[in-house]
């Protein structure tokens, strides 16, 4: 049986955050068994806590974002994903921002810093989250996300483009930790340069730029990609990040063309489902 997990020592990074452009430091502390996954701001004055859940995510407009009352953090999502890539369960995450550090776009900077401080396996059993039927949601623009019953923590995605250079993207993994570490922790966010332009005039978007993003121009794709399909593997990072608000999930999770939006209304359905058994 598996055992909860929390991290083997306390862990402190700065960098910049995406939306404001500035440098945010970030600390992670070893948390006790049944703590889950807690963010709190340092920032602000008592205590601005925010629990990671599915439910207690105000905005998913570029990024994923937890609110409750004043209390926002923003882009938790590639924290959470390197959380999740090593079935970490129980952790306080310190910010001094509105906003997580962005690193270089994708989660490998934190899994390097998980890594290096190692895992701590405590008392309790781990209580996975799974679904006995299908559970899907939907968007316009023929935008779908399937949680499928499976005895593994399994994402299929589609990503569908008719950028010249981008195209459609397939990618399905198992996700362990090796896999995660390995193959879909090093992709990066995508940026299209127009739309970094358009959140530049919005005032988000100030730390922004090639060596935390693949960039793609009108007809061409400007930064060296780590992966020929690195967009659709980020797509899954994203989605592993924004489950991890559920805890550990077991089961096939099939994505076409999601996002944030998608990812957290999936989750929360299923975290209503979970309330009602
Ligand atoms: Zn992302």
Excluded at 96 to 109: F, H
Excluded at 126 to 147: F, H, M, Q, T
Aim: proline share 4%; hydrophobic share 40%.
């Amino acid at each position: 049986m598996l055992k909860e997990r929390t991290i083997g020592a306390e862990i402190t990074y700065s960098g910049i955050g995406l939306h404001t452009g500035k440098e945010v430091k970030m600390r992670l502390l070893p948390a006790e068994s049944g703590t889950g996954i807690v963010f709190r701001r340092t920032d602000l004055p008592g205590s601005s806590e925010i629990q990671a859940r599915p439910s207690n995510v105000g905005s998913t407009l570029f990024c994923t974002t937890l609110a409750i009352g004043d209390v926002r953090i923003h882009t938790i999502e590639h924290v959470m994903a390197a959380l999740a890539g090593m079935s970490i369960d129980n952790v306080i995450v310190e910010v001094d921002s509105v906003e997580l550090p962005v690193g270089d776009g994708s989660s490998e900077v934190f899994i390097d810093l998980l890594e290096e401080v190692g895992i701590k396996e405590q008392d309790t059993l781990v209580r996975s989250v799974s679904v006995d039927e299908p559970i899907w949601v939907s968007d316009k623009g023929g935008k779908y996300l399937i949680a499928l019953p499976g005895e593994e923590f399994r994402v299929s995605y589609v990503f569908a483009s008719d950028h010249p250079a981008v195209g459609d993207q397939f990618a399905e993994f198992e996700i362990t930790r090796k896999i995660f570490s390995k193959e879909i922790a090093p992709a990066r966010t995508l940026a299209f340069a127009d739309v970094i332009k358009a959140l530049k005039e919005r005032n988000m978007g100030r730390g922004g730029n090639s060596n935390i993003a693949v960039i793609v121009g009108e007809k061409e794709i400007l930064t060296p990609l780590r992966f020929p399909n690195e967009i659709v593997r980020h797509k899954i990072l994203d989605l592993v990040g924004d489950l991890w608000l559920l805890g550990r999930f077991k089961g096939h999770v099939i994505g076409v063309k999601s996002g944030h939006s998608l990812n957290n209304r999936l989750a929360r359905k299923i975290e209503e489902r979970i309330k009602r058994c």
